[in-house]
């Protein structure tokens, strides 16, 4: 065999510890076969079985009767720690999250607690929805943190970390008292007091056919429209068919539901998010006469004021240290957009930047620039 796809076949290896990867059945694979004697299959040779310890270490998720879920505990006290050193950038100090996060406590009452329906979710008239009303199992929260956060970081918690934080945000919830130790012990009773334990819905079918679901789909495939319009945008005529969002929204942070009183895009003063967010910045400046968008104007629309602020850190850094540093660096217009447009990491600390893929070109230069430029 030659060196170069010997090369290959030890790359393969190392990368497939699962066999039977069919897809692999090309070129690749028919390089791999000079190896030996007539292979049955030819991916016999790709790959080989996952052990039982490299199957342990993804089978990690914890169900609804708890099986699966690892021994351990964890204090509120300890929990508050993680929350405030892991958590609360984003979801803030309460759990109400920042502008852009979706809030994870609040709504719920004591009286919930007592029936297991979250009533908030039952009222027409209650905007918010958090995860803490809507959760019915705790094993869910438990599973959900500890494979996927902190968003930066993820399977970065231990598991004692997970007891602990979960034990936090049920206080923060008052569902369990501020002396509380959380433990695989325990957590079942703690099941028994979630807000919204009796608030799961079966699901059934969109639509039924002679009593059965309809997952044949033979009506879908006769009498088709010829043409078909996708849309991603309300018509006018239904943007404020729900009432004005901007009011509806988030009664537990900050406010993100844009004013649909007001018409889209038309007007740049009016197109500010919401008119009640309490987004962190000075007035926008709105360039008399230019025909184009201002740049201060073009980082709220575009959510960056959710995160940024022109002198004070909040989730990013401000605008003015991001002029600072960047002061005389010819390539920064060009970096900075793409790393706005990309997201990053690591440059201000731990806390990622989430890509920006909803600027144009356009817009995005000129918001760095406007940036660059100290944010006046
Ligand atoms: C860098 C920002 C960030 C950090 C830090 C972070 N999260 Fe999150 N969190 C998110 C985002 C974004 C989502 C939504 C993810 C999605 O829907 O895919 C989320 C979702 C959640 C949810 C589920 C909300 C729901 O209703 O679906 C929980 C619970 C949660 N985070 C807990 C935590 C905990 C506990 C920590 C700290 C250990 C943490 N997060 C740290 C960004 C973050
Ligand atoms: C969800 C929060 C969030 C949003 C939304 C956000 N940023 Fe950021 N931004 C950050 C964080 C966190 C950092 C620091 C990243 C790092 O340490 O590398 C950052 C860094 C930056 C930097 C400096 C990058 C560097 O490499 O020095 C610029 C410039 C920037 N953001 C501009 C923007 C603009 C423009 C928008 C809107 C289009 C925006 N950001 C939206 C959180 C956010």
């Not at 010997?6 to 028919?30: H, N």
């Not at 009506?219 to 404020?240: F, G, I, Y």
């Not at 900075?336 to 909803?358: D, E, H, I, K, Y």
């Amino acid at each position: 065999m030659s060196r170069c796809s010997d090369r290959i076949r030890r790359a393969l290896l190392s990368v497939l510890v699962v066999g039977g990867i069919s897809a692999l059945s090309g070129q690749v694979a028919a390089q791999t076969r000079t190896a030996s004697p007539p292979a049955p299959k030819p991916w016999d040779q790709v790959g080989r079985t996952a052990t039982p310890a490299e199957i342990k270490a993804w089978d990690i998720d914890v169900r609804a009767d708890f099986k699966g879920l690892p021994a351990g505990s964890g204090s509120v006290e300890k929990g508050q720690e993680v929350w405030d050193g892991k958590c609360l950038s984003c979801h803030g100090t309460f759990g109400e999250s920042t502008e852009v996060f979706a809030p994870i406590i609040g709504g719920t009452t004591k009286e919930d607690i007592k029936t297991g329906r979250v009533a908030n979710l039952t009222r027409a008239d209650y905007p918010q929805r958090t995860t803490m009303m809507k959760v019915s199992q705790i094993s869910t929260l438990w599973d959900y943190i500890n494979r996927a956060m902190p968003w930066n970081a993820p399977k970065s918690l231990k598991t004692d970390e997970v007891y602990a934080v979960l034990a936090f945000m049920l206080n923060l919830a008052e569902v369990v008292p501020e002396d509380f130790i959380l433990s695989n012990e325990n957590i079942a009773k703690v099941q028994e007091r979630l807000p919204n334990r009796n608030g799961m819905v079966v699901y059934t079918a969109m639509w039924e056919v002679s009593g059965k679901p309809d997952v044949q789909g033979s009506d879908c495939m006769k009498n088709c429209a010829a043409d078909t319009e996708v849309r991603s945008q309300l018509p006018d005529h239904a943007r404020d068919s729900h009432g004005n969002l901007a009011e509806q929204n988030r009664v537990v942070g900050p406010v993100r539901g844009v004013d649909t009183t007001r018409p889209p895009a038309k007007d740049p003063a009016g197109l500010a998010m919401a008119a009640t967010a309490k987004a962190a910045v000075e007035p926008v400046r709105v360039a008399k006469g230019a025909a184009e968008k201002p740049a201060a104007q073009i980082a709220k629309d575009a959510t960056c004021l959710a995160c940024h602020a022109v002198d004070r850190k909040l989730v990013g850094p401000s605008f003015k240290e991001v002029a600072a540093k960047y002061r005389g660096d010819a390539k920064a217009p060009e970096a900075l957009a793409a790393r706005v447009r990309n997201g990053g990491q690591g440059v201000w600390g731990s806390v990622p930047m989430p890509p920006n893929t909803q600027l144009s070109a356009e817009d995005l230069r000129s918001v760095v620039k406007w940036i660059l430029g100290g944010a006046q």
